[in-house]
T-cell receptor
Framework: DQQVKQNSPSLSVQEGRISILNCDYT??????FLWYKKYPAEGPTFLIS???IKDKNEDGRFTVFLNKSAKHLSLHIVPSQPGDSAVYFC???????????????WGLGTSLAVNP | NAGVMQNPRHLVRRRGQEARLRCSPM?????VYWYRQLPEEGLKFMVY????????ESGMPKERFSAEFPKEGPSILRIQQVVRGDSAAYFC??????????????FGPGTRLTVL
């Protein structure tokens, strides 16, 4: 049961245009969402996050939007650059039943190609 | 401040041998997470450990896999009697003690296990 879904395995965008990566989730207990970026042969690196009490968070060219009623979030990259070509993972944070510990549930990723 | 370190970066084993993967978290981090990425798939959570404790092992296969994070030294993911299906990239991530507030995980470069 995939609780975090990235339904587009790949996306191709022209340099300078907007890239929109989507993520849907099913568990209403998720209260924090993160996007990670991964280059081949490297570990994922944190990109941007958003708390469930917000609907938008912006950091430079990257903006994440959260629609709680639709259980949907999206990552916007404007303008897209060739160096943005990577796999983007959406992850949702969940508090474990015991104590204050948490775990992340990950989507399968979307491979973004930004063409010059 | 060194990042998360994993070794070896590449590991080749024959079927039936044991594989030991090591992870040294970032300085000051006491939470370690192991993930597996099979070819053409996303990240799959395996286990979450704090020093000397397993917090969540819901993603660990029931047999042949074990993990530890001793008081001193790196975290170890151990796979006994490896099979070809164990071939994957294994990523380790760490986070500081955040009492459930801190969500970001910092990833190592991964260990690529190949089972012949």
């Amino acid at each position: 049961d995939q609780q975090v879904k990235q339904n587009s395995p790949s996306l191709s965008v022209q340099e300078g245009r907007i890239s929109i990566l989507n993520c849907d989730y099913t568990n209403s207990m998720f209260d924090y969402f993160l996007w990670y970026k991964k280059y081949p042969a490297e570990g994922p690196t944190f990109l941007i996050s958003i708390s469930s009490i917000k609907d938008k968070n912006e950091d430079g060219r990257f903006t994440v939007f959260l629609n709680k009623s639709a259980k949907h979030l999206s990552l916007h990259i404007v303008p897209s650059q060739p160096g943005d070509s990577a796999v983007y993972f959406c992850a949702a944070s969940l508090r474990l039943e015991a104590g204050n510990n948490r775990k992340l549930i990950w989507g399968l990723g979307t491979s973004l190609a930004v063409n010059p | 401040n060194a990042g998360v370190m994993q070794n070896p970066r590449h590991l080749v084993r024959r079927r039936g041998q044991e594989a030991r993967l090591r992870c040294s978290p970032m300085k000051g981090h006491s939470h370690v997470y192991w993930y597996r990425q099979l070819p053409e798939e996303g990240l799959k959570f395996m286990v979450y450990l704090q020093k000397e404790n397993i917090i969540d092992e819901s993603g660990m296969p029931k047999e042949r896999f074990s993990a530890e994070f001793p008081k001193e030294g790196p975290s170890i993911l151990r796979i006994q009697q490896v099979v070809r299906g164990d071939s994957a990239a294994y990523f380790c991530a760490s986070s500081p003690l955040g009492l459930g507030i801190y969500n970001e995980q910092f990833f190592g470069p991964g260990t690529r296990l190949t089972v012949l």
